[in-house]
């Protein structure tokens, strides 16, 4: 049981370039989210989903697209990199009243 | 606009030390408030938090909410180097929408 699984762990893009950013899970929860992570700041949520077809927007949805089709996988896609997109993504899963988090992705954009 | 306040917002101790992180929030339709701890990477959840006044112990920590005040303390007794990191006290609304902090940051020296 791996819970949620992230990659690439690390990643350098060039402005312009754009890539996706996977997230799997084992746990078959219904509720997934990403989460972008700043330097010394809070987590802000960037899209979620409820379940498999189902997406939403979070805090901070500019920029960045996704999709559901399965349970398990549930892609962050970057389309035109920008300098601003230099972060930590989380993906994590609800099950119940906890969230579980992936060990993260470290996006360098230059 | 929800928010969180923690703090202190830094804290350095001793080994054996105790330690009180608080956290007041504002949330509209709270339901619970978890606690995470997060080290190098992905936040690892430590406590939910739905009742006032009802202690919930794990180990060493132990937290408590007050749903009057909207505050909540996290206490870490005879602290360990292991316990060095940042700890987030993060707030729930409906819809399962979570309001992150900037988090504690404790470093334990030995």
């Known amino acids: 049981n791996a819970g949620v699984t992230q990659t690439p762990k690390f990643r350098i893009l060039k402005i312009g370039q754009s890539m996706t950013l996977q997230c799997t899970q084992d746990?078959?929860?219904?509720?997934m989210y990403w989460y972008r992570q700043d330097p010394g700041m809070g987590l802000k949520l960037i899209y979620y989903?409820?379940?498999?077809?189902?997406?939403d927007k979070g805090e901070v949805p500019n920029g960045y697209n996704v999709s559901r089709s399965t349970t398990e996988d549930f892609p962050l896609r970057l389309e035109l990199a920008a300098p601003s997109q230099t972060s930590v993504y989380f993906c994590?899963?609800?099950?119940?009243?906890?969230?579980?988090f992936g060990p993260g992705t470290r996006l360098l954009v230059l | 606009e929800d928010k969180v306040v923690q703090s202190p917002l830094s804290l350095v101790v001793h080994e054996g030390d105790t330690v009180t992180l608080n956290c007041s929030y504002e949330?509209?339709?709270?339901?619970?408030l978890l606690w995470y701890k997060q080290e190098k990477k992905a936040p690892t959840f430590l406590f939910m938090l739905t009742s006032s006044g009802i202690e919930k112990k794990s180990g060493r920590l132990s937290s408590i909410l007050d749903k009057k005040e909207l505050f909540s303390i996290l206490n870490i007794t005879a602290t360990q180097t292991g316990d060095s990191a940042v700890y987030l006290c993060v707030p729930r609304g409906s819809n399962y929408k979570l309001t992150f902090g900037k988090g504690t940051l404790l470093t334990v020296n030995p």
């Open positions: 994590a899963t609800r099950g119940g009243e906890t969230q579980y």
């Open positions: 949330v509209t339709n709270f339901r619970s």
């Open positions: 746990m078959n929860h219904n509720y």
């Open positions: 989903s409820v379940g498999a077809g189902i997406t």
